[in-house]
């Protein structure tokens, strides 16, 4: 089994910073993709920002493009979501998420392993 652990949600102002963390934990070898994905309140989850395990290519989804930045640290087993000029739309929960064969990068049905979430609020 995998274990996720997202932490770093916070309250913020529009055009603030926030970065997000995961501790990832278990089979990590299992693991090819990282994705990141929110939900808000009412709304479907959706995908944020990917990255992949093997390649390091990183994907984005077209409203976080330019403003949020995926990362890993390998050493720490950790995940990162760097999001910077955020906006009140930005505000849900959210999780980090892994997964072994993802062809689409950027659904949640692709990922196996999740995490509880973490809350941003980004209020005008």
């Known amino acids: 089994q995998v274990q996720l652990m997202e932490s770093g949600g916070a309250s913020v102002q529009a055009g603030g910073s926030l970065r997000l963390s995961c501790v990832v934990s278990g089979y990590t070898n299992r693991i090819n993709f990282i994705g990141w994905f929110r939900q808000a309140p009412g709304q479907e989850r959706e995908g944020v920002a990917t990255?992949?395990?093997?390649?390091?290519?990183?994907y984005y989804a077209s409203s976080v493009r330019g403003r949020f930045t995926i990362s890993r640290d390998n050493a720490k087993n950790m995940a990162y979501l760097q999001m910077v000029s955020l906006k009140p739309e930005d505000t849900a929960m959210y999780y980090c998420?892994?997964?072994?064969?993802?062809?689409?990068?950027?659904?949640?049905?692709?990922?196996?392993?999740w995490g509880q979430g973490t809350q941003v609020t980004v209020s005008s």
């Open positions: 998420a892994a997964g072994s064969w993802v062809a689409d990068r950027l659904s949640p049905r692709e990922y196996s392993y």
């Open positions: 990255l992949s395990t093997t390649g390091g290519d990183t």
